[in-house]
């Protein structure tokens, strides 16, 4: 585990270190982008939709009990922007698109295609690492962003239409409007661009360290998605109570 995490933080400095060269791959970059988005932008709409429908399901009922449905659009708008939106995409990311990038630079690490970039003098870190995390550290806030407005929808849809609850759309968003600041928001962000980061060096340290043929490459790549998750729930940890201190 300290071999893999050393391993990840030395790729990250190479990584941070080749960033001056980002317009040289710009091409990758987008190319990357788009793969990124086209593997997760469906996925996400639903998952999100979901889970704010479920979030206004499980709360809902209880407030209105108490007779206070009408803080459940705060409830789950700051519920899906600091934790579920961030956590969720940062995992359903890790899961397509880490494991991806893990079996695609593992397979180019087993058959030599790595060591034939080096023998062109390319090094794998500017031509295969940069673009990727570069990629995802943009995609992941932009699914975040997306993420957060989809799962209001599906807490507002639920609010209004189930009998238990019985608030419309125009007190769940008033709600919504009152509870919600831009600070929570960027919280979100913030942690959605360090996940980000995570997932891309664990996938592509994964996936140049493989070894083994096929079945190294089916270890790297369950490697990599368990590595990721736990990595993100460990920092999304940390990084709630660094945000929590500095907003109070």
Request: proline residues 3%; charged residues 10%; glycine residues 10%.
């Amino acid at each position: 585990m300290f071999a893999d995490i050393g391993e990840i933080l030395i790729l990250l400095g190479h990584t941070l270190r080749a960033l001056p060269r980002t317009w040289r791959q710009q091409r990758k970059v987008f190319e990357q982008l788009f793969e990124i988005g086209n593997a997760s932008l469906l996925m996400a709409c639903v998952l999100s939709l979901f889970i704010g429908g479920v979030l206004a399901l499980q709360t809902g009922p209880t407030l209105a009990e108490q007779g206070l449905q009408g803080f459940l659009g705060q409830i789950v708008g700051l519920a899906m922007c600091r934790e579920l939106a961030p956590v969720m995409m940062a995992v359903l990311v890790a899961g397509r698109v880490g494991s991806a990038m893990a079996a695609e630079i593992g397979s180019m690490r087993v058959y030599q295609e790595i060591d034939a970039l080096r023998t062109m003098n390319i090094d794998p870190v500017h031509y295969l690492v940069l673009p990727r995390v570069i990629a995802i550290s943009v995609a992941l806030p932009l699914l975040v962003v997306f993420a957060i407005l989809v799962g209001w929808l599906g807490g507002a849809l639920v609010s209004h239409f189930n009998r238990e609850i019985g608030l419309p759309f125009e007190g769940y968003f008033n709600s919504l409007g009152n509870g919600i600041e831009a600070l929570d928001v960027v919280n979100g962000l913030l942690k959605s661009l360090a996940f980000a980061v995570v997932i891309g060096a664990v996938s592509c340290q994964q996936g140049l360290s493989t070894v083994g043929g096929p079945r190294g490459i089916g270890r790297s790549v369950t490697k990599a998605v368990v590595n990721s998750i736990v990595l993100i729930l460990l920092l999304d940890y940390f990084l709630t109570r660094v945000l929590m201190h500095l907003h109070t």
